[in-house]
């Protein structure tokens, strides 16, 4: 019988590398105008829990009109689909709320320098709640991550602890949003694109009630009416860009899962967060103490030392 191997050849791979390349391209840049806008709306209206309810809202209603008129073929779920959806979304409400506080209190460039810290949430977890182990190369990797994030935090000029702990909160549930959502999409016949709508409608729903009752329609209406006075009727574009664009960047990061693989993606991910780092440094002149880069920088470089390791463990 014929072996059965599967050669790639020269021009698929070139092709297949064009594809992850304009991916991250894409996500990277989705997420610098997100981020952008996001902070900007969070300067002139601090109703975090209302920003991000309206990010998923327009998320959802973005695919629901795109399955509609047949832009995106509606996915086919069932009843077990939704059940193993609940703790993903459960987890990715709390880490997206979380990280928008966070970006209310503090500097963009700060709240990503903490997020940047995800793969050592990633391993405690996995470490203390699921019992795996790791070698010791993977254990080494995180001192730097933790020392930069913890030399980045108590160097920080404008450091506030609620937009640190949201920074936290947002790190260990995404961690959990990734655990549950790779069991969730395991064998799956849903696309990347359409798991994330379903999640970002999940997530409304469960959302909505909370932000009602932190915030609410009373301090809404009047922050609302402060904020079109400062900015002008414009505002309500700002609200619109970042709402589109947070569901732009993170359906490009669930197609783009579908191609790479974890390891990959975090990779990725972590240099999307330098963009947004130096973007949003460069766009709001965020005040930044050499110390204070030098922790950013370690804790970035102990993040691809830790890919690195992980790669490593992986061959070996
Ligand atoms: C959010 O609002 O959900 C955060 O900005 C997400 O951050 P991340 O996708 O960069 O982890």
């Given amino acids: 019988r014929p072996l059965d191997i599967n050669i790639e050849l020269p021009d698929e791979q070139s092709a297949q590398k064009l594809k992850i390349g304009i991916y991250f391209a894409t996500w990277w840049a989705l997420n610098v105008v997100f981020n952008i806008y996001n902070k900007k ?20 209603l973005m695919m629901l009109v795109s399955w509609a008129t047949r832009i995106a073929e509606a996915p086919k779920t069932d009843l077990d689909f939704w059940k193993t959806l609940f703790p993903v979304a459960v987890a990715h409400t709390i880490g997206h709320v979380a990280a928008t506080v966070s970006m209310s209190k ?8 903490i997020k940047s810290g995800e793969p050592a949430f990633s391993v405690l977890v996995s470490r203390f709640f699921l019992g795996e182990t790791f070698p010791l190369p993977v254990y080494l990797s995180l001192l730097p991550i933790i020392g930069g994030c913890a030399l980045a935090a108590v160097t920080e000029l404008n450091f506030n602890m609620i937009g640190f702990m949201g920074a936290m909160i947002s790190n260990l549930a995404f961690v959990f949003r990734n655990i549950f ?13 359409n798991y994330y709508a379903c999640l970002s409608m999940m997530s409304l729903l469960i959302l909505t009630p909370f932000a009602i009752a932190v915030e609410g329609p009373k301090m809404w209406a009047a922050g609302w009416e402060n904020a079109v006075s400062q900015i002008g009727p414009n505002f309500v574009w700002w609200v619109v860009a970042q709402s589109v664009f947070y569901h732009l960047y993170n359906q490009v990061s669930y197609m783009s899962l579908d191609q790479i693989s974890p ?13 947004v780092i130096v973007a949003s440094i460069i766009i709001f002149h965020t005040p930044v103490q050499p110390v204070n880069a030098l922790g950013a920088a370690i804790a970035i470089l ?12 992986l061959v070996v």
């Fill in 41 to 60: 709306v969070l300067n002139a209206f601090p109703y975090p829990w209302l920003t991000s309810t309206l990010s998923l809202a327009c998320g959802s």
């Fill in 106 to 113: 503090v500097a963009v460039s700060f709240t990503h320098i």
């Fill in 181 to 193: 959502s790779k069991k969730g999409m395991k064998g799956k016949s849903v696309s990347g694109m």
């Fill in 263 to 275: 390891l990959t993606f975090s990779i990725g991910n972590t240099m999307k967060r330098i963009s």
């Fill in 302 to 313: 102990g993040t691809f030392l830790y890919s690195q390791v992980n790669i490593q463990s």
